[in-house]
């Protein structure tokens, strides 16, 4: 390497240090306001298994519910249509399904978005050869800021019926709304609501909620790992800026 590359990459690596730290203090600023209704941070909390089965475990009433396995920002492909980023999907010890969605936004938890996701649950379930009635009983939740069906209730349980006779059409297949704007602390659905979306874990009053938020935005690898994260998205971010202006200068 030359004298005079090797002076410019000498200069260059302490300005792109500096750079790195500036957004990195940035960052820490950031993820002190975030809370569990955020999407990045919910996605990190949701990372420790524990945290996913206990906020089912109170959203579905059901403590002795065990999380077998989840996937987290999975793309769920339909080959003929639209595909749908789910934020998570979690199978229980009981084969049962759940896709887990927080939204801060009202268009985000549409009835229609909520049915789209239930076929999608369905689709990528079964696989090539199983029989119909093998598919498993599915449920997508929406975590929502505001009360999106508008009746003013904390949680909304809906299922088909059969409208001539009034009964249950089972099919398995069925759709909560949970309405985060209710924060009933006499209540632990109201208190899990409370603690979604509280930016300090000594605010919280679930235990397993307050020390995966601790580890997060108090240790020294946590708050590294969060700010790699959203580096990474700000890295995304520059290069998708760019790609679209190179597009842009070529038409």
Do not use: W
């Not at 690596?13 to 960052?27: M, N, Q, S, T």
Request: charged fraction near 30%; include cysteine; charge should be negative.
């Amino acid at each position: 390497m030359g004298k005079e590359a090797q002076d410019a990459r000498n200069f260059t690596a302490p300005v792109e240090d500096h750079e790195l730290g500036i957004r990195y203090e940035k960052y820490k600023r950031i993820l002190a306001g975030l809370t569990i209704m955020s999407d990045i941070f919910m996605r990190n909390v949701l990372k420790k298994q524990e945290c996913t089965e206990y906020i089912l475990q109170v959203i579905m009433d059901k403590q002795n519910l065990q999380v077998k396995e989840q996937i987290l920002q999975k793309d769920y492909k339909n080959l003929q249509g639209r595909s749908a980023i789910l934020d998570s999907v979690v199978c229980d010890m009981e084969e049962k399904r759940y896709n887990v969605e927080i939204q801060q936004e009202n268009e985000g938890a549409s009835v229609k978005r909520a049915r789209y996701h239930s076929s999608l649950l369905d689709v990528n379930t079964l696989k090539e050869g199983q029989d119909f009635e093998e598919l498993a009983e599915s449920y997508v939740i929406f975590i929502t800021r505001n009360d999106v069906l508008g009746y003013g209730l904390p949680i909304y349980h809906i299922g088909r019926r059969i409208k001539e006779v009034r009964e249950e059409f089972p099919d398995e297949t069925y759709i909560i709304y949970v309405n985060a704007k209710i924060q009933d602390e006499t209540t632990e659905l109201g208190r899990l609501m409370h603690d979604l979306q509280c930016r300090n874990a000594e605010e919280m009053y679930s235990e397993i909620l307050a020390g995966r938020v601790r580890e997060l935005k108090e240790t020294p690898e946590g708050v590294d790992s969060m700010c790699r994260e959203m580096d990474e998205i700000y890295n995304e971010g520059i290069e998708r800026g760019l790609q679209q202006g190179m597009t842009q200068g070529l038409e």
